[in-house]
């Protein structure tokens, strides 16, 4: 079993950039896919980008596309998220799990905080 741990948030002014780290416990992290959801306040969790195990073909929310990017370290066992021209409306908290069929599969853990202001 694969345990995941989010962190890197903050807060940041309108336009300003975050690197999220989602770091893993478990041999068999490599052979997973990995995605990266939000949950705002009062709305349901979203998704926003997620990986291949081989780092290929990493797909993104049209909300997030050109601003955000996501790569993995399979020799660290983490999955960043690179977020750049950051909006007040990324304002959430911002979980990671693995996926199987593009959805996800494992517990949530406690996300990072990311807060935007304007």
């Known amino acids: 079993q694969v345990r995941l741990v989010e962190s890197g948030g903050g807060l940041v002014q309108s336009g300003g950039s975050l690197r999220l780290s989602c770091a893993a416990s478990?041999?068999?992290?490599?052979?997973?896919?990995v995605g990266w959801y939000r949950q705002a306040p009062g709305k349901e969790r979203e998704f926003v980008a997620a990986?291949?195990?081989?780092?290929?073909?990493?797909y993104y929310a049209n909300s997030v596309k050109g601003r955000f990017t996501i790569s993995r370290a399979n020799a660290k066992n983490t999955v960043y998220l690179q977020m750049n021209s950051l909006k007040p409306e990324d304002t959430a908290i911002y979980y990671c799990?693995?996926?199987?069929?593009?959805?996800?599969?494992?517990?949530w853990g406690q996300g990072t905080q990311v807060t935007v202001s304007s």
């Open positions: 478990g041999r068999t992290f490599e052979s997973y896919d």
């Open positions: 990986i291949t195990w081989s780092g290929a073909e990493p």
């Open positions: 799990n693995t996926l199987t069929g593009r959805k996800p599969i494992g517990s």
